[in-house]
C-alpha cells in the first residue's frame, strides 16, 4: 500500500471453540501497514485451545465468560486500545487482505463507519441456499421496516472510529447475534448515509465448524427488527466489559 498509515487499529475477533481457524485467520492480517496493530481476540469460554493458539500468535486474548456474539463485541468496543476499529469472524470467511484499503478508505473519505456487503460476491460454497435465503429475508425485512438501504444486515465486516460510541445513542444493545443488524440501524440513523456506507467484498467457505443455529437464530434476528421498530428491545447487561475478565494484558489468562 505504500506509506504507512497514520492511525491505529484493532481487529476483533470474536471466539467460540474456534481452534481449527484461528491461525489461519491471524495469519491472514496484513501487519505494517498503520501506525500500531492490535488483534484482540474476545473469546466466548471456549472449550477447545482457541486462547492457547491465539496466545502463541501474538494476539491479544480477552475472557468474556457473559455468552453471546454481540455480548462479545459489546465488551470488545469498550476495551479496544486503538482508534480505529475492524471486525471480522475468526473462521477465514472475510477478506482479511482488505482490511488496510478499507481503514485507508475510511480515513480518506473522512468516514465514520463501513459495512462490507457480502451477499453480492459471495463465493461458491461459502454459504447454504438455507443460509443465503435467510439472510436475503432478513436484509430486506430490515430495509422494509427501517429503510435504511443496506443489502446485507447480517454481515459481520465492520471497519469504524472507536469514537461513534462516545454518543451512547451509537451503542448496540443486543448480546446475541440481532447485534450485527443493530449496529447498522444504529449507524444509519445516528451518523447517516453520507459518512456511515456499505461496500461489497469477497465472502468464503468458513474453516472449522458454526457456532450458529440457523432457525434459531434467524428467528431471534426477525424478533429483535420488529421489536426495535416499535421500540421493546430492552438492554439486559451493561455496555463494555468488566474489569474482572481474565485479559493477557493483565498475564491472568488460565493459558498465561
Not at 447498522?184 to 469477497?202: F, N, Q
Request: proline content about 5%; aromatic content about 8%.
Amino acid at each position: 500500500m505504500g506509506d504507512i498509515l497514520p492511525t491505529t487499529v484493532t481487529i476483533i475477533l470474536p471466539t467460540r471453540n474456534e481452534e481449527e481457524a484461528i491461525e489461519p485467520t491471524i495469519d491472514s492480517i496484513p501487519t505494517g501497514w498503520c501506525k500500531k496493530l492490535e488483534i484482540l481476540v474476545v473469546d466466548g469460554n471456549s472449550s477447545d485451545k482457541t486462547r492457547e493458539l491465539a496466545l502463541k500468535k501474538g494476539a491479544r486474548v480477552h475472557l468474556e465468560d457473559r455468552r453471546g456474539y454481540g455480548r462479545a463485541y459489546r465488551t470488545g468496543f469498550d476495551i479496544a486500545s486503538h482508534d480505529i476499529i475492524v471486525t471480522m469472524d475468526a473462521d477465514c470467511t472475510y477478506p482479511a487482505e482488505l482490511v488496510p484499503k478499507l481503514v485507508k478508505r475510511l480515513l480518506d473519505e473522512n468516514l465514520e463507519y463501513i459495512t462490507c456487503d457480502r451477499l453480492s460476491l459471495a463465493e461458491d460454497g461459502s454459504m447454504s441456499g438455507l443460509h443465503g435465503f435467510g439472510n436475503w429475508a432478513l436484509s430486506f425485512t430490515a430495509r422494509l421496516l427501517f429503510g435504511y438501504g443496506i443489502k446485507d444486515s447480517q454481515s459481520g465486516m465492520w471497519v469504524f472510529r472507536k469514537s461513534i460510541f462516545e454518543n451512547s445513542k451509537m451503542r448496540p444493545t443486543n448480546d446475541g447475534m440481532p447485534l450485527s443488524e443493530e449496529i447498522k440501524l444504529l449507524a444509519r440513523k445516528h451518523i447517516g448515509k453520507e459518512k456511515a456506507i456499505e461496500i461489497s467484498v469477497p465472502y468464503r467457505p468458513r474453516v472449522g465448524d458454526a457456532e450458529i443455529h440457523t432457525w434459531g437464530d434467524g428467528w431471534k434476528n426477525f424478533k429483535f427488527l420488529f421489536a426495535k421498530r416499535i421500540g421493546l428491545n430492552r438492554t439486559k447487561t451493561p455496555w463494555g466489559g468488566r474489569d474482572s475478565n481474565p485479559d493477557s494484558m493483565n498475564k491472568d489468562l488460565p493459558e498465561q
